[in-house]
C-alpha cells in the first residue's frame, strides 16, 4: 500500500524567497516519485520525476526535489519564489515495480507576495 | 502533438440527469486513467483502462459510475442519476503504459 502526506496545506513565502514544500511517502515497494503543478481551471502539469539513480532530481521553472529514501521525503524546492509560482502542488507516489496507480497527496496551495 | 483532449469543460446537470465526459488520449497512448478532485482535496483515483478493458475501477462508486474506453473513439465516464455530492473536477490522464502519466484540463461538473 501506498499513501503521501504533504505537510502544510498552505505555504506563503514572498517573491525571491526560498520555496519549499514538504512531502513525505509510504510504499512496500521502491516508489516512483512526482510533484505536478495545477494552475486554477488547468490539468495537471508535471515538474518533474524520480525513478531510479540519482537522488536529486531537477524539474522545469527552476524546481528541484530530493529523494531520502531514509527520511522517506521528497520535498520540493526553489531557491527563488517567482510570482507566477502561485499554483497547487501535488506530490505523488506509484510502484515503481510497474504498477499504474497514483497516489496523489492532498495539495500544497503556494502564495508567493510581492 | 496534441495533448489528452477532454470534453466538455463544463457540465451542468440536473439532480437525476446523465453526465457523459469524453476523454481523448495523447496520440500513441492506449492507456487512460480518471480521477475526480474534490474542492480542496487532491486527486481520487477512479478508474484505469486499456482499449476495450477495464484494467482496474476500485476507485469506482459501486453505482451510477461507469467507464468505457472503446476500441475506436474516446474514452467515456458517465454518470448516472447525478446528485449534488457528484460536483467535482473530473481528470483524465492517458500513458503508453509507463510513467508519467499525462493529464488533460479536466471536465467541471455541477449539479443544480
Known amino acids: 500500500a501506498q499513501s503521501v502526506t504533504q505537510l502544510g496545506s498552505h505555504v506563503s513565502v514572498s517573491e525571491g524567497a526560498l520555496v519549499l514544500l514538504r512531502c513525505n511517502y509510504s510504499s512496500s515497494v521502491p516508489p516512483y516519485l512526482f510533484w505536478y503543478v495545477q494552475y486554477p481551471n488547468q490539468g495537471l502539469q508535471l515538474l518533474l520525476k524520480?525513478?531510479?539513480?540519482?537522488?536529486l532530481v531537477k524539474g522545469i521553472n527552476g524546481f528541484e526535489a530530493e529523494f531520502k529514501k531514509s527520511e522517506t521525503s521528497f520535498h520540493l524546492t526553489k531557491p527563488s519564489a517567482h510570482m507566477s509560482d502561485a499554483a497547487e502542488y501535488f506530490c505523488?507516489?506509484?510502484?515503481?515495480?510497474?504498477?499504474?496507480?497514483?497516489?496523489f497527496g492532498a495539495g500544497t496551495r503556494l502564495f508567493v507576495k510581492a | 502533438n496534441a495533448g489528452v483532449m477532454q470534453n466538455p469543460r463544463h457540465l451542468v446537470r440536473r439532480r437525476g440527469q446523465e453526465a457523459r465526459l469524453r476523454c481523448s488520449p495523447m496520440?500513441?497512448?492506449?492507456?487512460v486513467y480518471w480521477y475526480r478532485q474534490l474542492p480542496e482535496e487532491g486527486l481520487k483515483f477512479m478508474v484505469y483502462?486499456?482499449?476495450?478493458?477495464?484494467?482496474?475501477e476500485s476507485g469506482m462508486p459501486k453505482e451510477r459510475f461507469s467507464a468505457e474506453f472503446p476500441k475506436e473513439g474516446p474514452s467515456i465516464l458517465r454518470i448516472q442519476q447525478v446528485v449534488r455530492g457528484d460536483s467535482a473536477a473530473y481528470f483524465c490522464?492517458?500513458?503508453?503504459?509507463?510513467?508519467?502519466?499525462?493529464f488533460g484540463d479536466g471536465t467541471r461538473l455541477s449539479i443544480l
Open positions: 483502462l486499456q482499449k476495450e478493458n477495464i484494467i482496474d
Open positions: 524520480y525513478t531510479t539513480g540519482a537522488t
Open positions: 490522464a492517458s500513458s503508453d503504459g509507463n510513467q508519467p502519466q499525462h
Open positions: 505523488a507516489v506509484t510502484p515503481g515495480t510497474g504498477g499504474f496507480k497514483t497516489i
Open positions: 496520440k500513441g497512448h492506449s492507456h
